[in-house]
């Protein structure tokens, strides 16, 4: 009888061990490319993402080049090093603006990066960590 109930308790343990491997298997494979925040230009560049990726693009809004007609808005976003124009269809936050900070969400299609969402900087004083850096750098 206490044969019988070690072994149920050590097919209880293996199924359990079993069940958290493959949880943390597909939450490793869920989160492995939504670990970054955002990409600046320089990083599209040098590794193009797939047309049917959607990822962020992080930078500054290049001056002289916010174009509006009706809803659709182009403009070009840099980081000090490289620069791409996006395109983006519906109204944009009211901080949005030449020369400040943008993250937005879409895709990379032939070279211009298509948004479906636009994230303007929330007050004067932000910039990401790491495009601070690259500015810098710049500099």
């Known amino acids: 009888m206490s044969n019988l109930r070690k072994r149920r308790r050590i097919r209880f343990l293996l199924v359990g061990v079993g069940f958290l491997a493959l949880s943390a298997a597909l939450i490793g494979y869920a989160m492995r490319d939504g670990l970054r925040f955002f990409q ?3 990083q599209v560049a040098a590794a193009p993402p797939a047309p049917t990726e959607t990822f962020r693009l992080g930078g500054m809004v290049v001056p002289g080049s916010l174009e509006r007609q009706g809803t659709q808005v182009r403009f ?6 490289s620069t791409l124009a996006v395109r983006y ?3 944009t936050p009211d901080l949005f603006a030449e020369g400040e900070g943008v993250i937005a969400t879409g895709r990379l299609v032939a070279g ?4 479906s969402e636009i994230l303007a900087k929330h007050d004067e ?3 990401p ?11």
Do not use: K, Q, W
Not at 76 to 81: F, I, L, T
Not at 112 to 115: D, R, S
């Open 125 to 127: 004083d932000y910039m």
């Open 89 to 91: 269809e519906g109204i």
């Open 112 to 115: 211009e990066f298509v948004a």
């Open 40 to 42: 600046t230009p320089g």
């Open 76 to 81: 070009r976003v840099s980081d000090g090093e």
């Open 129 to 139: 960590r790491e495009l601070a850096g690259v500015m810098a750098d710049a500099r």
